[in-house]
Every structure is written in structure tokens, then in C-alpha cells.
């Protein structure tokens, strides 16, 4: 299974940005897709999860601005990231979990002015 994210860069506090995670090797729908992050010095953290029926679930820290979605037809899943503060920023890890557990290798969000 390869996990392939895209969709990181820079962006001012309040900006937004969509992260992608593109799959491939895989039965794709099957898949409990996650995105996680980890921030210099800090612990990798839960962002969201959605199942392969479509339920989501999301940190406190970034409900109501985060939205975690999958196109199955697409093998892909997106987080769009609306109102981003500074304490965003991190490497964002795309997840995969089934039988086994398979990360992507990141991508770097900065929210800073």
C-alpha cells in the first residue's frame, strides 16, 4: 500500500488549504483513512478519521474547521482546512488501517504572516 500526500505549503493565519492523500496497492474502500500530525517537538496527534461507510470523527482542536472526506471512486481522501491559526502548523501524515497499518510520508503545513 503507498500513501501519497500533496496539498501542504504555506498560508497566513485564517487562510485555508486541502490536503489529499491518493492510495494505491490497495482495496481502497476497505479503509479506515486518518490524517495526523506532528509539530517540531511535539507528539504525532490525532486530526480525523473517517471509516470506509463515511463516519468522521475529529480532535477538538480542529472541529468546525476541518472536514476529513473521501472519494472511494478516486482512491483518495482530502482534509479541507478552513480558518488555519499558527498552532496548525505541523507535518500532516496521511493513515490507512485494515488488516495492517500504512502511513504516507507527509506533507508540511505552515500557518504563519
Known amino acids: 500500500v503507498q500513501l501519497v500526500e500533496s496539498g501542504g505549503g504555506l498560508v497566513q493565519p485564517g487562510g485555508s488549504l486541502r490536503l489529499s492523500c491518493a492510495a494505491s496497492?490497495?482495496?481502497?474502500?476497505?479503509?479506515?483513512m486518518g490524517w495526523y500530525r506532528q509539530a517540531p517537538g511535539k507528539q504525532r496527534e490525532l486530526v480525523a478519521t473517517i471509516t470506509s461507510g463515511g463516519n468522521t470523527n475529529y480532535a477538538d482542536s480542529v472541529k468546525g474547521r476541518f472536514t476529513i472526506s473521501r472519494d472511494n471512486g478516486k482512491n483518495t481522501m482530502y482534509l479541507r482546512m478552513n480558518s488555519l491559526k499558527p498552532e496548525d502548523t505541523a507535518v500532516y501524515y496521511c493513515?490507512?488501517?485494515?488488516?495492517?497499518?500504512?502511513w504516507g510520508q507527509g506533507t508540511q503545513v505552515t500557518v504563519s504572516s
Open positions: 496497492g490497495t482495496i481502497f474502500s476497505l479503509y479506515t
Open positions: 493513515n490507512a488501517q485494515y488488516s495492517m497499518i500504512y
